[in-house]
């Protein structure tokens, strides 16, 4: 959401002098939808037009009873998981309570389309020690498969996604917390998206920037590595510039996208890891979370998790 900027007078008081000048912008509407009953959900037949969200109005529209009032806690009542896990996939995720623990279980596999599922086309890739990895052809076509569009079969890492046949399993805090002292991510997994693939940060070896491996990534920003189908920026198949749930970064903090459900736009307030306390779709009461850091990279790109750990890490196995 844009902001609506009105200036009407700037007073500037210089050597006893008093300067007024005067500029008006013209604001960009946008569509506002009813929420009477203050679930987050908004009422399709019952919109406004305004330069800046109005109370009791949201930007959803998928209210089918705008009377009925529902709470939106941050944990299920029955087990003390998060709600926010209900959105990561079923088929790829098996998600637990353990304790005083959730335990995060994935194929490591992504539930969308991707160029990098098995299909017909063989191709070649030299490593860095000059070596030639052939990714061979196979008989058909993943069901899943779609033709390389930002990257190009020679451009594409070796490996197809169904090469990588693993189980990845993260133990969380029911209740993650802040560490007295950030700590650096490492190479390999760092989080686990909701698709069922693997987060990665911004480097792409020891010390090494993603910058000439960007070519690769298929159009959600992901490819095949040394142990998993990842992602490294961000996830274009399910956000693209808006609030969606990206999925949960090891120290347990849950990543969002660019913009805050609380306000509906860029958080003006993260921190250096990219992370703020504030509600979001999931939760009524404000809770620490990460976001995708609204700040260009490579000029088009958006880095995933580019920061440090703000809670203890815990390892991707």
């Known amino acids: 959401m844009k902001t609506d900027i009105k200036i009407k007078a700037i007073g500037m008081l210089l050597m006893g ?32 037009q305004a330069c ?15 009377s009925n009032v529902t709470v939106v806690d941050s ?11 209900a959105a990561f996939d079923s088929d790829n995720f098996n998600i637990y309570v353990d304790g005083d623990e959730i335990v995060i279980e994935s194929n490591g596999l992504p539930n969308h389309t991707s160029p990098y599922w098995s299909n017909t086309t063989a191709r070649t890739a030299t490593d860095p020690m000059g070596n030639t990895l052939v990714t061979a052809a196979a008989s058909e076509n993943h069901a899943l498969f779609v033709e390389p569009t930002v990257t190009s079969y020679a451009q594409m890492a070796p490996g197809n996604i169904d090469d990588f046949n ?28 909701i698709s069922g ?100 990279y490579l000029n088009q790109y958006y880095i995933l998790f580019p920061g440090d750990y703000q809670g203890t890490p815990n390892a991707i196995q």
């Not at 969200?53 to 209210?63: E, H, K, L, R, T």
């Not at 990845?168 to 390999?188: C, E, H, K, N």
Request: charged share 20%; aromatic share 10%; net charge negative.
């Open 17 to 48: 002098t008093f300067f007024i000048t005067a500029c008006d912008k013209a604001c960009e509407e946008m569509t506002y939808y009813q929420d009477a009953d203050g679930d987050g959900l908004g009422n399709a037949a019952v919109t406004i």
């Open 166 to 193: 693993g189980m990845y399993t993260l133990r969380v805090p029911i209740t993650p917390s802040l560490a007295a002292v950030s700590s650096a991510t490492g190479l390999g997994a760092i989080g686990m998206a």
């Open 197 to 296: 693939a693997m987060i990665y940060n911004d480097e792409e070896g020891p010390n090494v920037p993603l910058d000439d491996a960007v070519g690769s990534l298929d159009y959600t920003a992901a490819h095949t590595g040394p142990q998993s189908y990842h992602y490294h920026l961000e996830t274009k198949a399910w956000s693209n510039d808006d609030e969606n749930l990206i999925g949960i970064i090891a120290d347990g903090f849950f990543l969002y996208g660019r913009k805050c459900n609380a306000t509906g736009t860029y958080p003006s307030d993260l921190d250096v890891s990219g992370g703020h306390t504030s509600v979001t779709q999931y939760n009524t009461t404000a809770a620490y979370h990460y976001h995708i850091q609204n700040e260009l």
């Open 75 to 85: 944990t299920d009542d029955s087990s003390g998981m998060h709600k926010a896990f």
């Open 52 to 66: 800046e969200q109005p109370d009791g109005y949201v930007c959803d529209y998928s209210d089918t009873d705008d």
